[in-house]
Structure formats: C-alpha cells, structure tokens
T-cell receptor, first 113, second 113 residues
Framework: LAKTTQPISMDSYEGQEVNITCSHNNIATNDYITWYQQFPSQGPRFIIQ?????VTNEVASLFIPADRKSSTLSLPRVSLSDTAVYYCLVGGANAGNNRKLIWGLGTSLAVNP | GAVVSQHPSWVICKSGTSVKIECRSLDFQATTMFWYRQFPKQSLMLMATSNEGSKATYEQGVEKDKFLINHASLTLSTLTVTSAHPEDSSFYICSEAHQETQYFGPGTRLLVL
C-alpha cells in the first residue's frame, strides 16, 4: 500500500533554515510531489510542487533525489508565522489519469523566538 | 494560485437535518474539484472527486447517498450532508484542480447537535 511518511513534529527558532523530509518509497512514475501549509481552521495553502531535482520559489525549495523515493521541503529563515502543519502529498490533481492522492499525516512545525 | 471560496464558513445544525456546502472557483473554470473531510489533529481524508457534468467518484467507505455531490457548472460544486448526525461533525474542505495542483478553499466547520 502506497503511503507517505513524514516526522510528526519539529521545533526550530526564528531565522533558522528548516528542512522537512517526506518518504514515499512507492511513488508512481507520473506522480508529482506537493507540499502544503495549514493553519488551524483554515484550508491548506499551496507551497511548492515538483517532479524531480530541485524546485525553488519565493517561499521555499523542494529537493527531490534521482530515485524520487523521498523529498525535502526547505524553508529558509523561518519566522514565528511559519508555525503550522506541513503536509506532503504524492499524486496529481489530474483526475483523468485516475491516480491516487496520498497524503502524509503532517508535520507540526513550531518556530520559537 | 487559484482562488476558491466556500460557503458557509461554519454551520450548526440539528441531528437529522441536511446541510449544503458550496465550493466556488473564483478565477478559474474547474473541471475537477475534490472534497475532503478533516477531523481534529488528523490529516485530510479525500471523500470524493467531483467532475463537472458527470457523477462524482467516491472513495471507499464514503456513502454516496449520504454525501451528495453536484458539480453542475465549471465554477460551482456542492456537497450536501443528508440526515446529518453528530459523527458527521468535522471540517469539510474543497479544492480545485489546476493541472497537477490542487488549490483549497477556506473550509467549512460543521457541528451537528
């Protein structure tokens, strides 16, 4: 059974870089890797998406090794407002391919002053 | 990213009544939308995939006669919880698919008394 595994929680301090790794050993060839941020009582917010190698945008970087069995979300210089739950999602929204969406259980990140 | 709204943001109802939740795509025509349920401190659980102009595809274990989904237009999908019971109390979130990415609504908190 395909699944994604990520740490339950992490602690950090303001200004530090935070790396959250997700394992997805059974990722399918046409699956994408997407990370979301969620605050309490809000819908998840898209952070970044990738298929292979490295992707960078204005808020994060996503590192994906060649075998694609894991991925690492990197948040540079976190602030208190980055305290949230971060989810790893493997799959794709293109329902025409009838693929499964596999969500991780989420990593609760606490950023301390 | 895409902008998705949900209405209502929260609802309290009596056991046995039906509740309709609307999910609107504000800036994009969404052929595919997803409906999720999230219990406290848990990950997102995909309930169904809503396809414009056709029947929704329900995940295993989700009763299609209890959770009615209608996607009559490219900008609106609705989820109706029929004969709601206290165990249906949860956070319901919709998302729209844009290529391989999902963009989420703000969620609807349902409390059934």
């Amino acid at each position: 059974l395909a699944k994604t595994t990520q740490p339950i929680s992490m602690d950090s301090y303001e200004g530090q870089e935070v790396n959250i790794t997700c394992s997805h050993n059974n990722i399918a060839t046409n699956d994408y890797i997407t990370w979301y941020q969620q605050f309490p009582s809000q819908g998840p917010r898209f952070i970044i998406q990738g298929y292979k190698t490295k992707v960078t945008n204005e808020v994060a970087s996503l590192f994906i090794p060649a075998d694609r069995k894991s991925s690492t979300l990197s948040l540079p210089r976190v602030s208190l407002s980055d305290t949230a739950v971060y989810y790893c999602l493997v799959g794709g929204a293109n329902a025409g391919n009838n693929r499964k969406l596999i969500w991780g259980l989420g990593t609760s990140l606490a950023v301390n002053p | 990213g895409a902008v998705v709204s949900q209405h209502p943001s929260w609802v309290i109802c009596k056991s046995g009544t039906s509740v309709k939740i609307e999910c609107r795509s504000l800036d994009f025509q969404a052929t595919t939308m997803f409906w999720y349920r999230q219990f406290p401190k848990q990950s997102l659980m995909l309930m169904a995939t809503s396809n414009e102009g056709s029947k929704a595809t329900y995940e295993q274990g989700v009763e299609k006669d209890k959770f009615l989904i209608n996607h009559a237009s490219l900008t609106l999908s609705t989820l109706t919880v029929t004969s709601a019971h206290p165990e249906d109390s949860s956070f319901y979130i919709c998302s729209e698919a844009h290529q391989e990415t999902q963009y989420f609504g703000p969620g609807t908190r349902l409390l059934v008394l």
